[in-house]
């Protein structure tokens, strides 16, 4: 099973400009999460989610709307790509401890977003077409990982004894 055959192709995104209150508007009208951030060329440069929102307007003594995007969006992107294979994309959000990757394509623009919930909402009619198409035990697993806490690595000393 390939990206593209479950991706939400019409996805939100906004500008590294916009401001919380937009982006805000924006995930809410739309129902989602994530909003890419891309630039004039439409090219994903960031991603900004709900979380990331909440954090910011929690912690600063500012309006909304005083507060662009750029400021609180993720430093990293994950992503994938529409011919990719889904247990590729799954692999990402695993390693990545993500629940949604922006789609985009070889030139780098956003082509849609790729979720967790598309995943698991595919997988049922996917599995009764084909037995060696993306399994239940297979989103549960990927899950698992995305949802594990990374514990801190503890230091060991040595004694002097």
């Known amino acids: ?49 709900d979380r990331d929102i909440c954090i910011a307007l929690g912690t600063r003594s500012r309006l909304p709307g005083e507060i662009s995007v750029q400021e609180v969006a993720s430093g990293k992107v ?18 990545a401890k993500v629940r949604r990757l922006p789609v985009i394509n070889n030139d780098g623009k956003l082509e849609g977003i790729l979720s967790m919930d598309d995943v698991v909402l595919n997988s049922e009619k996917r599995m009764s077409a084909k037995s060696t198409e993306l399994s239940h035990d297979d989103i549960v697993e990927t899950l698992k990982k995305v949802y594990r806490p990374e514990l801190p690595q503890l230091v060991q000393y040595e004694s002097a004894a």
């Open 78 to 95: 994950y992503a994938c790509k529409p011919e990719e294979d889904i247990r590729a994309a799954l692999e990402t959000m695993a390693r």
């Open 1 to 49: 099973m390939k990206v593209k055959e479950v991706m939400m192709r019409t996805p939100a995104s906004c500008t590294a400009e916009t401001n919380l209150g937009a982006a805000v508007e924006l995930l809410w009208v739309r129902n989602c999460g994530i909003l890419p951030i891309v630039n004039a060329e439409q090219k994903v440069v960031g991603v900004v989610t």
